[in-house]
């Protein structure tokens, strides 16, 4: 079965609208799913971004918001703009790395998104994080614990560094077996399609 | 019928690609297309950026160069990079101007696009621009002095001064009779929409 991985951070919107809609699209074509989440602060801030760009660009920001009204209303999708924008997703970022050698990074994943972008709630906080592991029958103080620890620390550091590696500058992206990477949430059936297409 | 706005710089390879299929997708919906040639560097510069985001910001260049080699291939377009990228188009924008009084607007606009990025060639260069004019039968000398008079430069200055006015931060842009701001090629089917949708 044909893989695409699915880079993500939980901040961002576009990432949201994906992570909503790719288990379903891929199902349909036969791709299997690998999550990767990672964090794109430290690469916006190599390239002397201090916050989101929709913040640092208000125009553009003003349309984004716009644009997410439009694209959820047209997909029946609740939309609850976050208190915080963009969220600070250090923790969140580092359960999904602990979910995804325990198997559940996908049901968490949407679980945090759904949170932030469908109840308006800031997921940097400790007790949303802790309501949404116990939500999913997980140990919530033992996994938070463990995401404060040094080897999910440097997990998730070196994943930072193989998103660079992949000449990633934003999220959602999706890079296919053969390395090609496609850009937002306007780009996840291209990218499905490729992984079906391109020889194994 | 409705109209749609169209809001284009020509040194956008994304609008590009809308000019090169909005008039077939706006026939087959009923509606009428509003060429808007404007300036996309003044609204850069006031941001901070002096050239295209896609050579300030090298990883987002190089996906957008394969993002556009893979859209181009789907849609049987071809393209060829243009030897200077982004062209400077403050003559080719003025001369459009001049077309949408004088009727020729469309058909001129695409043929800039289609020397710029489907031939490679120049389009800041006086030749390329006067070898357009005549292939379109006009009088090439007597419209490239009109581009360089008092009224039309005061009338691109107004234009990217609209733009702004319509908090427009990229090309191609589209702007809905009730003033919905759609950005991108990958919005243009949905801008369409919305016009059809609106009430008049």
New interface residues.
Partial sequence: MPRLEFWYEFASNYAFLSAMRIESLAAARGVEIVWRPFLLGPIFRA?GWTTSPFN??P??G??MR??MA?IAA?RGLPLVWPEVFPAETLTAARLALIGESAGWVAPFSKAVYAAEFQEGRDVSRREVLTEILEGLGLDAPALMAEAASDPVRAALRARTEAAIAH????APSFVTPDG?????D??LE?ALD?CVAAPP
């Fill in positions: 390239q640092l660009f125009a553009k003003r349309h716009r644009d439009r047209a000449d990633i500058f934003g090609e990477l496609f850009w937002g306007d780009r291209q490729w």
